[in-house]
């Protein structure tokens, strides 16, 4: 983004410094990393950065606000009621697409939020080991609100621990050593010192829950939670069985409780008026459709990682929505061919990750990863057989 610093990357750069980066990287735990790592980073200028954050800011307004519970209470799904939920999510993450207004001006738009973890402890070691092969220019950072590595990772601690020792947390999760973010769980355990627990492992005893720690039954305090009801549905019938324990009376702190997955995420996106957030409406809310109907996309309010996303809107599309106060209608943006490459530019996305300390007021901005794209939409599907696209990280020029 910044014509300078691109061009002497994209001199400097050669395969053997990538191949010995992923090397490096693949390192930390051999065979975790199921993603492709893009060639690199996004190095983001102070004025769009500042557009960024103040974006965040303003939802962040409408979130810390008395009556934001109220005006979230229908996005739980029925059924899906989690106990002991508390005043705020500890983590939101903020996806913001690189774009092009009609102006020719690049500006950022919100393309989706969630009140979910995020890559936390994986960006720590994808920024370490960039530095060892890259070079990155002097007054940026990749971490944001002052942070620096240290001080990141005990906030991270402080948020995932609370008042307890790390073995009476864990990082819950179905089949954790299947999922394709499992290297975040590995990092987490490297820094924070929680294991990743299947539900399946999970011991109940009351309201009480143990899980075998290095063969000791351990009590278990606090969850660090990354369990999607979506993914638990999908699981066999023993599974699904296993992960009723959501829903009973538990003796356990949540880092997040579940129902922020749901409070914040698109349901909130309707809520907002922003210049860098698209026009997004509920589609039963719509009274008449929009004339130019190829100009939006239409959106579940309840799926994760880009599915059931329809780009090329139809009246088709709208007619066969069955419950359309569960879909949302949102204003297309058009992504900016920003990052060059060898070949063709790529497009970017960055995912702001704030963090909310239990007593604080509100969430502060923490650190961050970027996808790039040479596809329709950001993901691998649409990414197959290229390159320079995948996962990656934003590098901030200090303001």
């Known amino acids: 983004m910044i014509p300078a610093i691109r061009q002497q990357f994209n001199a400097d750069f050669t395969n053997e410094k990538y191949e010995a980066f992923l090397k490096e990287l693949h390192a930390a735990h051999e065979g975790a990393i199921?993603?492709?790592?893009?060639?690199?980073?996004?190095?983001?200028?102070?004025?769009?950065?500042?557009?960024?954050?103040?974006?965040?800011?303003?939802?962040?307004?409408?979130?810390?606000?008395?009556?934001?519970?109220?005006?979230?209470?229908?996005?739980?799904?029925?059924?899906?009621?989690?106990?002991?939920?508390?005043?705020?999510?500890?983590?939101?993450?903020?996806?913001?697409?690189?774009?092009?207004?009609?102006?020719?001006?690049?500006?950022?738009?919100?393309?989706?939020?969630?009140?979910?973890?995020?890559?936390?402890?994986?960006?720590?070691?994808?920024?370490?080991?960039?530095?060892?092969?890259?070079?990155?220019?002097?007054?940026?950072?990749?971490?944001?609100?002052?942070?620096?590595?240290?001080?990141?990772?005990?906030?991270?601690?402080?948020?995932?621990?609370?008042?307890?020792?790390?073995?009476?947390?864990?990082?819950?999760?179905?089949?954790?050593?299947?999922?394709?973010?499992?290297?975040?769980?590995?990092?987490?355990?490297?820094?924070?010192?929680?294991?990743?627990?299947?539900?399946?492992?999970?011991?109940?005893?009351?309201?009480?829950?143990?899980?075998?720690?290095?063969?000791?039954?351990?009590?278990?305090?606090?969850?660090?939670?990354?369990?999607?009801?979506?993914?638990?549905?999908?699981?066999?019938?023993?599974?699904?069985?296993?992960?009723?324990?959501?829903?009973?009376?538990?003796?356990?702190?949540?880092?997040?409780?579940?129902?922020?997955?749901?409070c914040i995420s698109k349901y909130t996106i309707p809520l907002i008026r922003h210049p860098y957030v698209p026009e997004t409406f509920f589609l039963n809310e719509v009274k008449q459709l929009p004339g130019d109907l190829e100009n939006y996309v239409l959106k579940p309010l309840f799926s994760f990682a880009g599915q059931g996303v329809i780009i090329d809107v139809t009246q088709t599309d709208i007619d066969n929505v069955k419950d359309p106060e569960n879909w949302i209608l949102q204003r297309k943006v058009k992504y900016a061919d920003i990052i060059q490459t060898p070949d063709i530019p790529a497009k970017a996305e960055i995912r702001i990750f704030y963090f909310w300390k239990d007593g604080a007021m509100r969430p502060v901005p923490a650190n961050n990863l970027a996808r790039l794209s040479k596809g329709k939409m950001i993901g691998v599907r649409y990414n197959k057989d290229k390159e320079w696209v995948g996962g990656s990280l934003c590098y901030f020029e200090a303001p």
């Open 34 to 262: 199921e993603f492709r790592v893009a060639e690199t980073a996004v190095f983001v200028p102070k004025d769009f950065t500042t557009k960024i954050i103040d974006a965040c800011e303003s939802i962040v307004d409408i979130i810390v606000d008395p009556s934001f519970k109220e005006l979230t209470k229908n996005a739980i799904p029925k059924g899906l009621e989690v106990p002991g939920e508390n005043e705020h999510s500890h983590f939101i993450a903020f996806d913001f697409g690189i774009c092009i207004n009609d102006k020719g001006e690049y500006e950022p738009q919100l393309i989706e939020m969630q009140g979910f973890p995020s890559l936390f402890a994986y960006e720590i070691l994808v920024d370490d080991v960039f530095r060892n092969h890259f070079e990155v220019p002097a007054g940026f950072s990749a971490y944001l609100g002052g942070h620096t590595k240290e001080t990141y990772i005990q906030h991270l601690k402080d948020i995932l621990l609370g008042t307890h020792q790390p073995e009476n947390v864990i990082l819950l999760e179905i089949f954790p050593h299947q999922q394709k973010t499992k290297i975040d769980f590995y990092c987490t355990q490297d820094h924070v010192g929680i294991k990743p627990v299947c539900i399946t492992e999970l011991i109940k005893e009351g309201k009480k829950l143990y899980y075998l720690n290095d063969g000791v039954k351990t009590e278990i305090k606090r969850i660090y939670n990354r369990v999607i009801f979506d993914d638990l549905f999908q699981q066999p019938a023993d599974v699904q069985e296993k992960g009723k324990i959501f829903f009973e009376e538990l003796d356990v702190e949540w880092a997040p409780h579940p129902s922020w997955f749901y």
